[in-house]
């Protein structure tokens, strides 16, 4: 996997400083980016000094398996040695009693050492955290990236372990005043310095909040003796797979979700009983029991603890299902933002699969934390690629080119508001959107089921390297894409039934490809063409389902689903149009 470089180069640093009734809290931008910047007066500062908490926790997770440090432990055990070898050597005993003198003197000795040192090693070790996070900051914390909608700002961030993806949505309705504002998306310099600054806000202070190149300057800096110098330069090499990560959100966000309404209360019992328990066992899962209508059950395995929700935790689907979802440790980072959250939607994708919850902070704050499905099974190099699961029909340079313009001027709105400004199919604009996700130049959100104008790259935006790169990226991420095009081409696919449905359609088919017997996979998607379930008679399908990515039959038979759901739709606008 080949790796790009992100340069940041900062003329002050973000921080806080408070004075009376009064306070600012400023947001450096990185000054290599197009311009950006916001300045307003907050109305309520604790949702966003929370959000942006929780955020930071986040943003230096890292869940991972990380074995102990033995290095003590071993010094201990090769003393213990040393000893029982000289206890060994010593015949007389009188030997043994003059050894065990000096074993008690050195005793005294060591403990008088370490007493005389205390001080220096307490310098010691706090240099060497200062250090290594000096260091995480500059070589592996990517700053969040920022942008500035019309209608709020967005702050975005990946865990270190790659495994979690936050959103911080702050409405424009959460300041009272709002004096400049330029839309665009930048970064932000986000370090540990300003995560202590957030604990002194308060809410009795009017507060500043702004967002801008300069931050605070250096005459402020000076005032602040623990921040760094003013222009605060980094580069930071990550894996080409970190873009990937925005699209694989971008995917799941785009599929049918099954959607769960939960109190803030029950997330906190979840986490409480996760907190106070410790499981030897597999599966440590937690096992969602879903009725329509009723309230939801959640069980913690492998401790079987039930927690039922509260009177407004309903579930809004069709059906009973029963999903399991692994990874639950990493909800913890919830803890910061749940006493001010009003209620918490959590969408699931299924057994195995990742899941999103947003926590609604007042109505003016969101915070959305997408998991995937279990920790070492990341959104950048994970195994299950939710982008094969976004609608794809092939798209050209000039149309890509029109719906990018089209997002680009209006910063937000619908795949069907962007399909009638382009003058194309709604699947045509769904596909070039998809696209425009993968090369980083928007998302999509699954609160308001917009799609939102995102600059990830410095570089200019080209239509044809974005689909040469979608392209390679197919091929490179699942051959199974490939194959299915292949069997598309080759005509190997056959829609046998397309049943609509009060959901949407529920296909099923036939597939083969160029060896091996034919099977039958089974879809079915909702009116707007989003996948609801997916299943095939393949040895694939049959053993891992969707954990591991759709296979190469569903793939295609959702390929023709697409081509003739355009096919309708370009006939209903000729229809129209005579």
Known sequence: MTATSFAYKYAGRSGAVASGDRARL???????????????????????????????????????????????????????????????????????????????????????????????????RAYVQWAIEDELERSLVLDPVVTVHPDELSFEAFSRDQSSYARLAVGHAAFSRIDAIEHGTTNVDFSARLHDHFDRMRSYRATRFEIAPGGFEAETIAAMPETAKSVHEKKITMPEGWLAGFLQVHGLMSMGLERVELAP???????????????????????????????????????????????????????ERSIRTWGRDRLRVLERVLPLAERVQVFLAGSGLPSIWVCDLGGRVTFTLALSGWTDNDWVGGQAKFDLLTRRLPTNADELTRVYGALRDARRATDAEIAARCELGVEKARSALSILAQSGRAMYDVVSGLHRHRDLLLVPFSASAAIAEAKVAEIESSPKAKTAKEMIDHGGVRIIARRPTSMGYKLSGSARGESGPPVRPLLAVDHEGQILEASCTCVFAEKHGLTKGPCEHVLALRLAHMAKLEEEDQAKKKGSSS
């Open 26 to 124: 400023a947001l450096a931008t990185n000054t290599l980016r197009e311009a950006t910047f916001f300045s307003g007066d907050l109305e309520d500062v604790i949702p966003l000094r929370e959000g942006l908490a929780a955020l930071y926790d986040v943003a230096v997770s890292d869940f991972r398996y990380h074995p102990r440090d033995r290095t003590a432990f071993r010094a201990w055990l090769a003393e213990q040695d040393r000893l029982f070898l000289a206890g060994l050597a010593a015949k007389s005993a009188h030997a043994k009693a003059r050894l065990g003198e000096i074993q008690l003197r050195i005793g005294e000795l060591d403990r008088a050492r370490a007493e005389r040192r205390a001080s220096f090693e307490k310098a010691r």
């Open 265 to 319: 209360v029950d997330v906190y019992n979840v986490i409480r009983v996760i907190r106070a328990r410790r499981a030897q066992v597999s599966p440590r899962s937690l096992r969602w029991q879903l009725a329509p209508g009723e309230r939801t059950k959640i069980l913690i395995e492998p401790f079987d603890v039930l927690v039922t929700g509260s009177p407004i935790s309903k579930f809004h689907g069709p059906k």
